[in-house]
């Protein structure tokens, strides 16, 4: 509602006099703050899944604008365990997004059962998602319908979760071991496959860096084999 003053009021002004001007200005100091959206981190689990690259995120926001959001995100020690792409697409498209607090025992399996079995990635992918998520055997959870965490626990289970050969799951799990942040990040990027990395991985961590930078990781390891 416009504030005017008393001699606006009388007369019925339309345009504001600069003392219709001050009070406006008074009533807005007077107005309390909108609380902001609380700023969540992500938890580290979630990074064994890569974030959507900007165009599927826009796009994510926009179906979020539209039709709203339809999963929920779920935290996990007060961070994202599950949902940090939703979570930006909702900030985008400036949508309250909806929290539940994950109580199961098994954080890792939960993230890999909400994003393995429906992810469209590729082999290399899913192979080292698998092997950082899946990779110790599992001890279930409290079997909440909403918070199934059930492990693999062995490695032909992981394998065949993944959908990938277990020569494939232990190079993925030697990539974990032995190579660089670097490297690992290009992996689940899709910028190295995992039997290229799975190779560079012998070299000094400065090296692996080195060669992934530089677009040169497939004949670097070329030259090793």
Known sequence: MTTLCDR????GAVKNCPACARAQEADKKKQPELPRLREYEDH???????LLNPDDLKE???????????????LYEGKILDGRNRYRACKIADVDPRFE???????KAFIWSMNGPRRHDS?????????????????????????VDTSPETEDDIAAAAGVSKSTLRKAKKVLDDGSKVLIDAVKSGDVTVNTA???????????????????ATETAQKIR
């Open 8 to 11: 606006c009021k009388r007369v």
């Open 44 to 50: 580290p689990y979630a990074g064994a899944f890569d």
């Open 60 to 74: 994510l926001a926009n179906d979020i604008a539209n039709n709203g959001l339809m999963n929920k995100i779920w």
């Open 101 to 107: 607090e994950y109580k199961g025992k098994s954080p």
């Open 123 to 147: 082999p290399s992918k899913k192979a080292i998602a698998a092997a950082e998520l899946l990779g110790a055997p599992g001890h279930g959870g409290d079997r909440r319908s909403d918070q």
């Open 198 to 216: 799975a190779t560079i991985a012998d070299l000094p961590k400065k090296e692996q860096a080195a060669a992934v930078k530089s677009g040169a």
